[in-house]
């Protein structure tokens, strides 16, 4: 039982650290939009940058076409 629960503790813990380090990569992504001049490609940065976790995953673990 024990193993069991060190195991989900794992899983958890890795699951829980992703989504903090695309959390405070955040800041970073939209300061780095900030450096682009044209504005319809600052927009798309920025759109980028604002993507949620849930989404970001969804969008990562689609099949390549």
């Known amino acids: 039982m024990t193993k069991w629960m ?3 503790a794992a899983v958890l813990l890795c699951a829980c650290s992703g989504r903090q380090m ?3 990569a955040q800041p970073l992504r939209r300061s780095q ?3 682009v001049v044209d504005s ?3 927009r ?3 759109e980028a ?3 949620d976790y ?3 995953r ?3 673990d689609k099949p390549a076409p």
Do not use: G, P, T
């Open 58 to 60: 969804k969008e990562k």
């Open 49 to 51: 940058a604002d993507m």
């Open 54 to 56: 849930e989404r970001y």
């Open 6 to 8: 060190i195991v989900l």
């Open 33 to 35: 939009c900030d450096q």
């Open 40 to 42: 319809a490609e600052h």
């Open 22 to 24: 695309y959390d405070s």
């Open 44 to 46: 798309r940065c920025m």
